[in-house]
């Protein structure tokens, strides 16, 4: 008694599988009920709910994908599932929805008490569809109930990597087929059916093995469906129900209905003209005109230009993360020619230091980190850093962003490289590129954190980045329920993961890969997710390194070398090159839309596509094999050349308007990941589509569009702020000055090494390890490579920076489109004791003493080009010379020398004091 | 439940009114801008907080009000990483005492972590008594608590959705089962600031032993800024990262610079007016030496009278080091820090193996100290605003779990995210109550269930603050603690 009590307990407590086949349930019972007392559906039911939810969902207008005017529409449910529950008024969402108010939304819809009344004595009566239940036969399963279920509980073993007993699950005719003992169903007799016996038994799946492969064992309603199927004969049904855009005629979408789509974010950008503008002699470009007018219809217009040394430092640190050389200051400083400025961005954009900083706000956009994260162990991606260099060097080249994007989405559905006889640099690129789909956190190295929802949170992480970094789109929204803000049904969302299925199956995973030592690992890794295609040109260096190593191993084992030598030989090998990829394998399984996101509530069937709200303006999305007789599906090349057709609505926005972000504090759009209904409006429409048609129609040129921004009045502008500006445009929403601006994490690091005369600019190749002080202090590792800029050190999701972290540098879950600017005690107490900072100081002041010796005013001078990228004004100067020289005082007072004494230690530790303290002041870590 | 509202210029009215009530005196530029991001509305405010001439002040902790009445102003969390054991705590089942050596592995196979060492039914090694006026099961691995029962509020109802404990310490600290959001320290601290300005709102006194599972970021303030980041405070060393000198000078030396530094900064600021960013800035440098004497004041705890050291078994082992940081939270509630967070190394409570010895030892370390904590907090009337919470991640199964060489008598249990106890205790609470209950084998809670959003609800209500009222705007999306779940105060539990 206690025991069956308990095993009801545990279906409770256990079961979260939901409803598997509720549709059948509905129904049987709807027939069994007497009607005498039950309101009529045709005559009551019918009337009240095409009156009061036909509108949003009826025919033309199917929110939630539930159609409430016919009675199969009601049978059907929606996307959540049924939507009664015949008996169970209590637990039927029709009437719970409209009974706690939420439904119908709008007030004035409102039911009366008698018409809830009547939902619920109607649903307590067993929801009886009086006319039409003799037209409508009991459903029964079909494949699409079944496969979901033994994909989730049996393919592991019996699936598409392993047969075991040569068997696989996966669809009907392979169960006919069966394995070793024969046939798994026998259509039509469930009780002989080996499938339904093992099961029923609890042999399948077996419980010891079920952690080792990551599976929950069977529920007892799937074994039901399993069961009613086999009964039924196995039916394969090939109608199903029509749900996709292109199932209807164009603009019909029930789910997408016409009006919604006119939101400006899904309209192609069009060209605007670029408007006159009074303060002709401010508008240098047509940048300035459109920001311009703006401005003057508040009676402001563009700040004045700032000084040339503000400019350079600007534009220095915007461009390439570092102050200018004190040669470029010079040469700037004294550059009369009206193009000074323009010839200036010319050598910025030039400097392979622009890719090291533009690189930066994509690799946060795309979430990049050197580990998987969420678990202890923080797995490592040894292989990472190959992506990192492939996005500073496309930055570098200006790569056009159409093919950036390609590249990122479908580079490995770009070239047969598995048939290329040779792995040319190009090939090479495309296949790194994917590693932009290879960025969310994942634990599902780990069979205990492996599990289909866990696999699924991969996906939906990879899903996040591509909505918020190219979308621009909280498409991340309808993977529970349709968006509720924006048009995009949860069916959407799932043809979105349809597209990514051929890489991204969660029946069919493939898991990091995993090194010795960290815990139980699933025993049905597939290869992990490495390639061996790095450029022909590498690998062969790296087989004859090792051929090499292997060669002179053998001769001095024979000659019989003494151990040590032999150990250096072995510990000179170097692990085989790969990328970390993704990569389509071909055969997806079928995609299914999850009721409330629940995978153990599997839905309609969908086939891959883009959101309907974006299409219209571009191509349509058509799958084509991307080369004769491919494994690869196409499904993301489409996908990719869709994302860069040149109508399209959102791709280039999104883009630009990052861009501008960065270099003007705010986007046009200020909720950069965010263009739909719940983001921010952009303040100036015109400019943002004047900037992407541009972009668009000059062959996605992105150095093109900074220049536009750059040369213009806009981007000289003064930082200063007067009384007329705070009041009017106290947010510098129309972008009346520039903003004064914090030195990010990265420019600080960079540039106290840069100052210091010890940056390392060695660029490219593996990251430079972390290493933890007994304090907590985390910080790159003292080695050859140490000082490096910050993009080529480790970015462990586990292990931070710390002291980068006050400075709002990110930990990557999944990725980060806009850093904060914060301002907190513990920068300020970093700057002031870190014995990193105290060294830099005083090898800065080395480097000072080298070039001016022990003239104090020419220190002074030198530590301002340096460090400020101007000379001292006057006070400076004077008060720099005071302090150097009250420092040496105190230094030499607390030496016990005297207050008097001229001891040149004293004046070094004064200059390194001083140093210091510039490397504190506001003037340093703040750009005007 | 709206998770996500769009930007209409408009939000609710009682999160409006709660910035704006702190929005003027001292309050500059990085609130203010602060707030444009986090309330798109509120603009406009950075231009009439410029106006006000007042000191700057490093305002993300400037204290505020909550929207309704606090019960509780200041937290101390002692979080118990590892999942201790109900059934052998404080939720005793004669089930297993019945059943010892039953089979019932292969009723929840989809439940254990580890199956090969899955054992049989197993019955608690500890005994089980009443205790207090309010007669509340205890068992006598923890004796003192057992004096103290009457102070609290026991949940045996709880229930967690992973098994594994980093998204479930990820849960339990951050609402959400992965990383990347803030904690719920740093949620209490956004949303109430804090008492203190010499001090970070939200301490960390973490084991010098070593870090919970997930490390630091257990304290980590996700999309907050770092203002709300727990803060570690360590016993020994430098109490802060980076708060003494690395390289210690002269004093006259520091002062020196720090005067250069300032006329420095001085020159800066007034060639440009109309940038509180750079008064905030200076303010945070003398904020930073503000903290550094705090903090030595707050640590040094040779200011206490034996007796009190005693009641925290400062100077015994093994209580010493946990009796510790007890002692400094109280110290820090009391200097009026919002949030006080203890640790203690690794997962003492994860008794996999050696129930019987090894959680043993966990309550030995920690059964005084706490108890201690309860009775000083009490006798100087902090108990009255301050809310302490205990608790793990997740429970234990009701089978045993063996070691290799299957050797029942060093047998633990396994993880189980469908029952787990917690109790809290202080302002708010209602002592001697028990909340919720078990089956028969303490398996999963099946009475009264409280989740995890629940819990967070439940601190928050006792801060003051409402779950679906305390959210940032992130691109567009309200984001909360409690997420898009729907979530209940526990009322059974508010005094």
Known sequence: MALAWLLLLLLQVLGDAGVCFAGAGVIDEAQTTTRDAAPSYARELQPLLQAKCGRCHGEKDRKAALDLRTSAGIRRGGESGPVISPRRPDESPLYLRVQAGEMPPDPADALSAEQLDLIRRWVAAGAPFDLDDHDSPPAVPSQHDVVPILLRRCAPCHGRNRQESMLDLRSKPSMLRGGKSGPAIVPGNPDVSLLIQRVVAGEMPPHERLVEVSVKPIEPLEIETLRQWIAAGAPEVTEEVVLEPGDFPEGTDPLVPTAERDFWAFQTPCAAVVPTVSHRERARNPVDAFLLQKQEEVGLKLSPDSERSVLLRRASFDLTGLPPEPDDVESFLSDDLPDAFERLLDRLFGSPRFGERWARYWLDAAGYADSEGKREQDLPRPHAWRYRDYVIRSTNADVPFDQFLLQQIAGDELTDYEAASEITPEVYDNLVATGFLRMAPDATWANITGYLPDRIDVIADEVDILGSAVLGLSIKCARCHSHKFDPIPQRDYYRLLAVFRGAYDEYDWLKPDVRAGLGPVSQDIVGGRLLPFVTTAERRAWELRESELTRQLAEAKAAGAPADRIRDLESSRQAEPMIQALWDRGDPTTTYIYRRGDPLNPGRMVRPGVPSVLTGWTAPYEVRSPWPAARATGRRLAFARWLTDPQHPLTARVQVNQIWKHHFGSGLVRSLGNFGRAGTPPTHPELLDWLAREFIERGWNRKRIHRHMLTGSVYRQSSAVDEQLARVDPQNDRYTRMPMVRLSAEALYDTLHFVAGSLNEERFGPAVDLQAREDGLITPAEQSRARRRLIYVKQLRKKLATHLENFDYPQMNPNCLERRDSLVAPQALYLMNNGTVHELAERFADRIGQIAADDVTRQVEQVYWIAMGRPPVETERVLGREAIEQLAKSWSQSDGAGAETNDPAAHRRALASFCRAILNSAGFLYID | ?495
């Open chain 2, 1 to 495: 439940m709206n998770d996500c509202v769009p930007d209409n210029g408009g939000i609710s009215g009682s999160r409006r009114d709660f910035f704006q009530s702190v929005s003027g005196g001292i309050f500059g530029a990085a609130l203010a801008s602060l707030l444009s991001q986090d309330v798109g509305p509120v603009r406009g405010l950075a231009a009439e907080s410029r106006q006000v001439d007042s000191p700057p002040s490093l305002n993300y902790l400037q204290p505020r009000s909550p929207p309704f009445a606090a019960r509780a102003t200041s937290i101390i969390h002692l979080f118990m990483n590892g999942g201790p054991s109900q059934m052998d705590l404080f939720d005793p089942k004669p089930y297993l005492d019945q059943h010892h050596g039953e089979p019932f592995f292969d009723k929840i196979a989809g439940e254990v972590e580890n199956p090969q060492s899955a054992g049989k039914v197993m019955r608690s090694p500890f005994k089980f008594a009443r205790h207090g006026e309010c007669g509340m099961w205890v068992s006598d691995a923890m004796p003192q608590l057992a004096g103290r029962v009457d102070d609290l509020a026991l949940i045996r109802s709880m229930a967690t959705t992973n098994l594994t404990h980093e998204p479930a310490v990820y849960l339990i600290q951050t609402g959400k089962m992965g990383p990347g959001r803030p904690t719920l320290g740093s949620w209490v601290v956004y949303g109430l600031g804090s008492e203190c300005q010499d001090l970070p709102g939200y301490v960390v006194l973490d084991d010098p032993l070593g870090l919970p599972v997930n490390g630091v970021e257990n304290w980590h303030s996700g999309f907050l800024p770092p203002a709300y980041q727990g803060t570690r405070f360590r016993s020994t060393g430098s109490p802060v990262l980076n708060l003494r000198p690395d390289v210690p000078q002269p004093e006259q030396v520091v002062r020196a610079e720090r005067d250069l530094r300032r006329r420095l900064d001085d020159l800066h600021r007034r060639e440009r007016p109309g940038q509180p960013v750079l008064d905030a800035r200076i303010a945070s440098y003398e904020l930073a030496a503000r903290m550094q004497m705090a903090t030595s004041d707050a640590l040094d705890v040779s200011q206490e009278t034996a007796s009190t050291l005693a009641m925290y078994g400062i100077g015994q082992a093994p209580t010493d080091s946990y009796g510790r940081r007890c002692l400094i939270a109280r110290r820090l509630v009391e200097r009026g820090v919002r949030f006080v967070q203890l640790y203690i190394n690794g997962q003492i409570w994860d008794n996999h193996t050696g129930l019987a010895t090894d959680m043993k030892a966990a309550c030995d370390r920690t059964d005084r100290p706490i108890a201690g904590l309860l009775a000083d907090l009490k006798q100087r009337g902090l108990f009255n605003n301050t809310l302490v919470v205990w608790g793990g991640e997740f429970g234990r199964l009701p089978i045993a779990q063996l070691p290799a060489d299957k050797d029942e008598r060093k047998a633990g249990r396994d993880h189980n995210k469908n029952a787990f106890c917690c109790w809290m205790a202080g302002a708010g609470v209602r002592g001697g109550v028990t909340i919720g209950a078990t089956d028969e084998l303490g398996l999963a809670a099946v009475e009264n269930k409280v989740t995890v959003p629940d819990w967070h609800a439940t601190i928050l209500h006792l801060l003051g603050l409402h779950h679906d009222d305390l959210f940032v705007l992130e691109n567009g999306l309200k984001e909360r603690l409690t997420g898009v779940t729907d979530a209940r105060v526990v009322q059974e539990l508010l005094a």
